[in-house]
C-alpha cells in the first residue's frame, strides 16, 4: 500500500525539482554528460537541491530495479553529482512486491560560500509550548518540563519570569548536506558557536518565534509580514485543544498565503481519549469552508517524504504529535524541516535593484547605528553608497554600508532572500531610522507614499465600514494607522464584502510597492488585501 502511495504518482513535470529515471546503467560519455546537465537544471529549478527517484519511468510507474542494476545506478548518480559539487543521500529505500527495489535520492549543492535558506515561523496560542520546542529543536536537549529549553530562546528578562514570549526571537538550526544537525554535537548536545555552524551546514532552517497573547498580536503579525517566511509551523497543546489565537494565526496564514503545518505538544501528559480528541478539532478546523485542506497525519519517514514534497503547494496540511520532555518525534520535525522545499525563487530577484526593508535597529557600542531586515531583491556590497527612508517628511538620506554580516559572520556581499545587518556610515546631522524603512539602490527613484489603492476583502467587522473608518495597516515591516478616503461603487462595507479601497497614512509616508499583500486589523476587524495603485 506505502508503494502505491509513495511510486505510483503522477507523470513527471518537465518543471520542478523531481526527476524520474528508470535507471541509470551502462551510460556512455555523452549520455552522462546529458544527465549531468539534466541534473544542474533540476538541482537550479530547487533553488539548490533536488529530488531523483530511481526505478520509476517517466509516467510515474514504479518497475524497481534488481540488486546490481540498483547498485549501480545509485553509483552512477552520485559521479553525476559529484560532478557538478553536489551530495547525495538516499532517503527512502523500498523493495516492491517483485522483489526490485525502488529509492529515492536527495541531491544538494555543497557550497563553502553559500548555504540553501528557509524560513519559518513558529505561531499559535499562548502556553502552547512554542519557545520550548523551539528550544529543543536548536539546542538537541529535552525540556524538563518547568521550560529549562525556552530559556535560551526568549530576549527580555519578563519573558523568562513569566514564561511568555513578547517580542519575536529567531534560532537557526544547521544541516549539513547528509541532514545531521549541525548547530551541536550529536554525541555530546555541546553547541557549536555560529560561525562554524554555518560553515558546516548546506542548508539551514531560521524559526521565528512568534508570540502567542493577544496582548501581542501586533508584535505577532509584524513578525509574520515582515519576515516573508517560506512555511509557519502552527503549534497546539494537546491538552489544551484549539483556541481563539490558534485560529488567529491560521488566518493570517491563509490571509498571507502561508503554507502551514501543524505540531501538537505535550503529548506526554494527555490519555489517548485526550489526544484524538484535539487531532479530530484539528482535522475538522482543517477542512472547514474558507480553509479547504487536507489534513496529513505524520506517523513514519515516508509520511516526512510526501509532506515535504506536497507542503509547498499549500494544499495538504501535515500533522505531528510530539513531546518536547520525552523527545517523541522531534526527530520527525527534523527530518521535515531538512528536506522541506525553498518555496520562492529569489535567483530571479538577485540581479534587480537593491532593496532591503529594515525590521530591527540596533545602536551598537564602537560601531555606531546598525540596522538588519530582508533583502527583498538585489545585492548589496560593502563600500556601497545606498538611500535609507522615507523618514516623517517623506525624504531619503543617502549614507554607505560600512560592514555587513549574516548570522554572525561578516559578509563582503548579501544578496536577495538574505536576512542581515548593515552597519551604516557617520551622516552628518540627525539620521532617524524606524523600522518599515527602506534602503535602496542609488540609482532607484525613491518615492514617499502617502496614499494608495487596496483591493480588499473584509473578513470580519460587527457593523459597516464607511468612508473615515481608520485601521491599523501591516504591509510588510510597515504598520500604521490609516484613514479609507474612498470605496469605490459602493458606500459601506460588511463582513465578507470585496471592494477596491483608497487608504491614506495618518501620520507619514512610507514606502510600498505594487502587489504587496497587507492584513488590516482594528479591535476584532480583520481584513486581507493587495496593493493594487500607488497614488
Given at each position: 500500500?506505502i508503494?502505491?502511495?509513495?511510486?505510483?504518482q503522477i507523470p513527471?513535470?518537465?518543471?520542478?525539482?523531481v526527476?524520474?529515471k528508470?535507471q541509470?546503467?551502462?551510460?556512455k560519455?555523452?549520455?552522462?554528460?546529458h544527465?549531468v546537465?539534466?541534473?544542474?537544471?533540476r538541482?537550479?529549478?530547487?533553488?539548490?537541491?533536488?529530488l531523483y527517484?530511481i526505478?520509476?519511468n517517466?509516467?510515474?510507474d514504479?518497475?524497481?530495479?534488481?540488486?546490481?542494476?540498483?547498485?549501480?545506478?545509485?553509483?552512477?548518480?552520485?559521479?553525476m553529482?559529484?560532478?557538478?559539487?553536489?551530495e547525495?543521500?538516499?532517503?527512502c529505500?523500498?523493495?516492491?512486491k517483485?522483489?526490485?527495489?525502488v529509492?529515492?535520492a536527495?541531491i544538494?549543492?555543497?557550497?563553502e560560500?553559500r548555504?540553501i535558506?528557509?524560513r519559518?515561523?513558529?505561531?499559535g496560542?499562548?502556553?502552547?509550548?512554542?519557545?520550548?520546542?523551539?528550544?529543543v529543536?536548536?539546542?538537541g536537549?529535552?525540556?524538563?518540563?518547568?521550560?529549562?529549553?525556552?530559556q535560551?530562546?526568549?530576549n527580555?528578562?519578563h519573558?523568562?519570569e513569566t514564561?511568555?514570549t513578547s517580542s519575536?526571537?529567531?534560532?537557526?538550526?544547521g544541516?549539513?548536506?547528509?541532514?545531521?544537525?549541525?548547530?551541536?554535537d550529536?554525541?555530546?548536545?555541546?553547541?557549536?558557536?555560529?560561525?562554524?555552524?554555518?560553515?558546516n551546514?548546506?542548508?539551514?532552517v531560521?524559526?521565528?518565534d512568534?508570540?502567542?497573547?493577544e496582548?501581542?498580536?501586533?508584535t505577532?503579525l509584524?513578525?509574520?509580514s515582515?519576515?516573508i517566511?517560506?512555511?509557519?509551523?502552527?503549534?497546539i497543546?494537546a491538552?489544551?485543544g484549539?483556541?481563539?489565537?490558534?485560529k488567529?494565526h491560521?488566518?493570517?496564514?491563509?490571509?498571507l498565503?502561508i503554507?502551514?503545518?501543524v505540531?501538537?505538544?505535550?503529548i506526554?501528559?494527555c490519555?489517548?481519549?485526550?489526544?484524538?480528541?484535539?487531532?479530530?478539532?484539528?482535522?475538522?478546523?482543517?477542512k472547514?469552508?474558507?480553509?479547504?485542506?487536507i489534513?496529513?497525519m505524520?506517523?513514519n519517514?515516508?509520511?516526512?517524504i510526501i509532506?515535504?514534497?506536497n507542503?509547498?503547494?499549500d494544499?495538504?496540511?501535515?500533522?505531528?504529535?510530539?513531546?518536547s520532555?520525552?523527545?517523541k518525534n522531534i526527530?520527525?520535525?527534523?527530518?521535515?524541516?531538512?528536506?522541506?522545499?525553498?518555496?520562492?525563487?529569489w535567483?530571479?530577484?538577485?540581479?534587480?535593484k537593491?532593496?532591503?526593508?529594515?525590521?530591527?535597529?540596533?545602536?551598537?557600542?564602537?560601531?555606531?547605528?546598525?540596522?538588519a531586515g530582508?533583502v527583498?531583491?538585489?545585492t548589496i556590497c560593502?563600500?556601497?553608497?545606498?538611500n535609507?527612508?522615507?523618514?516623517?517628511?517623506?525624504?531619503?538620506k543617502?549614507?554607505?554600508?560600512?560592514?555587513?554580516?549574516?548570522?554572525?559572520?561578516?559578509?563582503?556581499e548579501?544578496?536577495?532572500?538574505?536576512?542581515?545587518a548593515f552597519?551604516?556610515?557617520?551622516?552628518?546631522g540627525?539620521?532617524y531610522?524606524?523600522?518599515?524603512?527602506?534602503?535602496l539602490d542609488?540609482?532607484?527613484?525613491?518615492?514617499?507614499?502617502?496614499?494608495f489603492?487596496?483591493?480588499?476583502?473584509?473578513l470580519?467587522?460587527s457593523?459597516?465600514?464607511?468612508v473615515?473608518?481608520?485601521?491599523?495597516?501591516?504591509?510588510?515591516?510597515?504598520?500604521q494607522?490609516?484613514?479609507?478616503t474612498?470605496?469605490?461603487?459602493?458606500?459601506?462595507?460588511?463582513?465578507?464584502?470585496?471592494?477596491i479601497?483608497t487608504?491614506?497614512?495618518?501620520?507619514?509616508?512610507?514606502?510600498?510597492?505594487?502587489g504587496s499583500?497587507l492584513?488590516?486589523?482594528?479591535?476584532?476587524?480583520?481584513?486581507?488585501?493587495?496593493i493594487?495603485?500607488?497614488i
Open positions: 500500500m508503494d502505491d502511495i509513495i511510486y505510483n513527471e513535470n518537465d518543471e520542478g525539482s526527476e524520474y528508470r541509470l546503467i551502462n551510460i560519455p555523452n549520455r552522462f554528460e544527465l546537465t539534466q541534473m544542474k537544471y538541482v537550479l529549478e530547487g533553488y539548490g537541491e533536488c527517484e526505478g520509476i517517466d509516467k510515474g514504479a518497475h524497481g530495479l534488481n540488486e546490481e542494476e540498483f547498485l549501480e545506478s545509485l553509483d552512477n548518480l552520485k559521479k553529482a559529484k560532478s557538478i559539487d553536489c547525495v543521500v538516499v532517503i529505500e523500498k523493495v516492491l517483485n522483489n526490485k527495489k529509492a529515492e536527495l544538494r549543492e555543497v557550497l560560500d548555504c535558506d528557509i519559518i515561523c513558529i505561531c496560542n499562548v502556553d502552547a509550548g512554542k519557545s520550548t520546542l523551539v528550544g529543536l536548536s539546542t536537549e529535552v525540556d524538563n518540563g518547568r521550560g529549562y529549553a525556552r535560551r530562546v526568549f527580555h528578562r519573558e523568562v514564561g511568555r519575536v526571537s529567531y534560532q537557526t538550526i544541516f549539513d548536506c547528509r541532514g545531521n544537525p549541525t548547530n551541536y550529536n554525541n555530546t548536545l555541546r553547541m557549536i558557536d555560529k560561525q562554524n555552524m554555518i560553515r551546514s548546506s542548508k539551514t531560521t524559526l521565528y512568534l508570540a502567542g497573547h496582548k501581542y498580536l501586533r505577532t509584524f513578525g509574520m515582515s519576515s517566511p517560506d512555511y509557519a509551523m502552527v503549534v497543546s491538552n489544551n484549539i483556541q481563539r489565537m490558534t488567529e491560521i488566518g493570517i496564514c491563509l490571509a498565503k503554507p502551514f503545518f505540531v501538537m505538544t505535550r506526554d501528559i490519555s489517548e481519549h485526550v489526544i484524538n480528541s484535539t487531532l479530530d478539532s484539528i482535522k475538522k478546523l482543517v472547514k469552508i474558507g480553509v479547504r485542506k489534513p496529513y505524520i506517523r519517514d515516508d509520511d516526512i509532506a515535504s514534497k507542503l509547498k503547494d494544499n495538504i496540511v501535515p500533522i505531528f504529535s510530539v513531546s520532555v520525552t523527545s526527530d520527525k520535525i527534523k527530518k521535515c524541516l531538512n528536506l522541506l522545499p525553498v518555496r520562492k525563487n535567483l530571479d530577484l538577485k540581479d534587480s537593491a532593496r532591503c526593508v529594515i525590521d530591527s535597529i540596533y545602536q551598537v557600542p564602537g560601531i555606531g547605528l546598525v540596522v530582508l527583498n531583491s538585489g560593502i563600500g556601497e553608497t545606498v535609507v527612508g522615507p523618514d516623517d517628511t517623506g525624504k531619503y543617502t549614507v554607505q554600508i560600512r560592514s555587513i554580516q549574516t548570522n554572525g559572520i561578516n559578509r563582503k548579501v544578496s536577495a532572500g538574505r536576512t542581515a552597519s551604516l556610515s557617520k551622516y552628518k540627525n539620521l531610522v524606524r523600522k518599515g524603512m527602506v534602503l542609488i540609482k532607484t527613484p525613491v518615492k514617499s507614499v502617502w496614499e489603492k487596496t483591493e480588499i476583502k473584509i470580519f467587522h457593523t459597516t465600514i464607511k473615515g473608518y481608520q485601521p491599523v495597516i501591516h504591509c510588510g515591516a510597515v504598520k494607522s490609516a484613514t479609507i474612498n470605496i469605490e461603487d459602493r458606500e459601506i462595507l460588511r463582513t465578507g464584502d470585496k471592494a479601497v487608504f491614506r497614512f495618518l501620520y507619514r509616508p512610507e514606502y510600498l510597492v505594487n499583500k492584513i488590516m486589523r482594528e479591535n476584532m476587524t480583520r481584513a486581507i488585501g493587495m493594487v495603485d500607488i
